[in-house]
């Protein structure tokens, strides 16, 4: 059978594309019906139509349910690139004129907003005061997530951890973040804290981060009898809680729980670990007023 090729990309076929990926990210015809403002019977012709263009099929829809085929979740990738592209495209049209206007894109890891240090609150502050047109988008992800989307464009700048750099980013350190191993209140440990050693904490159930960590604190989990994983900081703070598991967290992160006697930090001496926490853009980055702004507005102490 004849492959059918998509011979060029014309604005009704971005409106189809920008109406998948509507779909998708509401989980049905029936929920995208008020954001996009058609019915559901016309949103399925237009699927039908973009199905026809591409030359395969999007999603499968039916008393089934919605689902989104394997090329259909490949082709939602490809349309985030090309959205980012156009966006890119509007800011630097506009940059002729001198207009600070378009949408400016952050990936930020999760539970980082209450470090003290406030470099990207404050940039982003002045941004949003002295350029009201500009629209700030922030996402929350994952290292590698982050990491992928700057590279390809689709965000214009990431706040990561430091663990391994990539050859096509550019990092700049803003904090310096360190961890400790925390129980619950409900755990055994939580009211023998000075008296317990190294060796005792390998008889209790610890969790490992399902996510990148440095060198040195993957040999701390090492000393540790893991039974359990989790995505993110906050799962891990969920483990900690049931007085079950031992767990690593950014000091500042379990802050609230250990003021409130719901946490405490165990061996602080031994079982700890720091991590840089930086900013990273891309280092092929086009000439974006705004990225340059923000750059510029990041005050490092």
């Not at 492959?3 to 989980?27: A, M, R, S």
């Not at 001198?98 to 609150?121: A, D, M, P, R, W």
């Not at 031994?270 to 007023?289: A, D, G, H, R």
Request: aromatic residues 8%.
């Amino acid at each position: 059978m004849k492959v059918k090729k998509l011979q060029q990309v014309t604005n009704p076929d971005i409106k189809l594309l920008k109406i998948f990926k509507t779909v998708c990210e509401c989980g049905s015809f029936t929920a995208a019906e008020s954001l996009i403002g058609i019915s559901r019977s016309a949103i399925s012709l237009h699927m039908s139509d973009l199905e026809e263009r591409v030359g395969f099929r999007l999603c499968q829809r039916g008393r089934a349910g919605f689902s989104v085929t394997e090329e259909g979740q490949e082709l939602l990738e490809y349309i985030d690139v090309l959205l980012a592209s156009i966006d890119d495209f509007r800011v630097q049209v506009n940059q002729i004129h001198n207009k600070f206007k378009g949408e400016f894109n952050i990936g930020i890891i999760n539970n980082l907003v209450t470090i003290s240090n406030e470099h990207i609150t404050d940039a982003l502050r002045q941004l949003s005061n002295e350029h009201p047109d500009v629209k700030i988008n922030i996402s929350m992800s994952t290292l590698s997530d982050i990491e992928s989307k700057v590279l390809d464009g689709r965000i214009h700048i990431g706040v990561i951890p430091f663990v391994t750099p990539l050859k096509g980013l550019e990092y700049i350190d803003l904090y310096e973040e360190n961890s400790y191993l925390y129980c619950g209140n409900k755990h055994p440990l939580f009211s023998k804290k000075h008296l317990i050693s190294l060796n005792e904490l390998k008889k209790y159930k610890a969790i490992m981060p399902n996510y990148n960590l440095p060198s040195d604190a993957i040999h701390l989990h090492q000393l540790l009898n893991t039974k359990a994983s989790a995505t993110d900081r906050e799962g891990i703070a969920f483990l900690i809680l049931t007085g079950n598991f031992l767990g690593f967290l950014p000091d500042h992160y379990a802050k609230k729980w250990v003021s409130e006697s719901q946490m405490v930090s165990l061996l602080e001496s031994e079982m700890t670990y720091s991590t840089k926490i930086c900013l990273i853009t891309k280092k092929t980055k086009s000439n974006n007023m705004i990225l340059k702004y923000f750059l510029s507005k990041i005050v490092l102490s």
